[in-house]
């Protein structure tokens, strides 16, 4: 995570309103304002390969793919993230208009400067998350996929794929090809 940008401490009503007027993002922990960094032309690419996949295998269903601009709210935490791709199939979210409360999955391509917070602090964050089943982390340096998953008993699982196998997303009941997922990433 970035350091703080040289905003006096907002409350979430405060982030929301400045964040709407700001030319770039910023995520929102506790009160403090966080520039994002632009993306790589493989985090994009991964990003948009999963969302178009998701929006594909998804169609007809009560379930909806976002991206990168639509935010999600974890009030426990007073944070604000900007997910890479997340899917939500419940009706509040489908008419929200700057922040969502109600991912079932979460997707976050890594960086080299992004990797260690969204593996600790932000996984974590994330985990308040009631409806949240499944937590995907994308290497594109690596094309490694760790898949985290939700038991019946609360607790968290790590699945990992390996090169050519398919990702399977309980979550979503859908699945998704390696070759589908990291397809143009060179």
Not at 29 to 38: H, I, L, R
Not at 81 to 93: E, N, R, T, W
Not at 121 to 136: G, N, Q, S, T, V
Not at 150 to 155: P, V
Request: with cysteine; aromatic share 12%.
């Amino acid at each position: 995570m970035a350091l703080p940008v040289g905003v006096p401490i907002l409350s979430p009503e405060e982030y929301l309103r400045w964040e709407t007027i700001q030319p770039e993002k910023h995520e929102y922990v506790g009160g403090e304002v966080f520039a994002m960094g632009g993306a790589s032309r493989r985090h994009v690419t991964i990003s948009g390969n999963l969302f178009s996949a998701l929006d594909e295998a998804l169609f007809g269903t009560p379930y909806r793919v976002y991206m990168a601009d639509m935010k999600i709210e974890i009030a426990t935490t007073s944070s604000f993230f900007y997910p890479d791709v997340f899917v939500s199939c419940q009706p509040d979210d489908h008419r929200a208009e700057l922040a969502m409360r109600h991912p079932v999955l979460v997707a976050e391509v890594l960086s080299p400067s992004t990797a260690a917070y969204d593996r600790g602090d932000k996984f974590i964050a994330y985990r308040r998350l009631a409806p949240l089943k499944e937590y995907l982390l994308i290497d594109p340096d690596q094309q490694q996929l760790e898949l985290f998953r939700k038991g019946s008993d609360g607790l968290w699982v790590l699945h990992d794929f390996v090169p050519g196998q398919t990702l399977e997303l309980v979550s979503v009941e859908a699945t998704i090809s390696w070759e589908r997922l990291f397809r143009n990433v060179d």
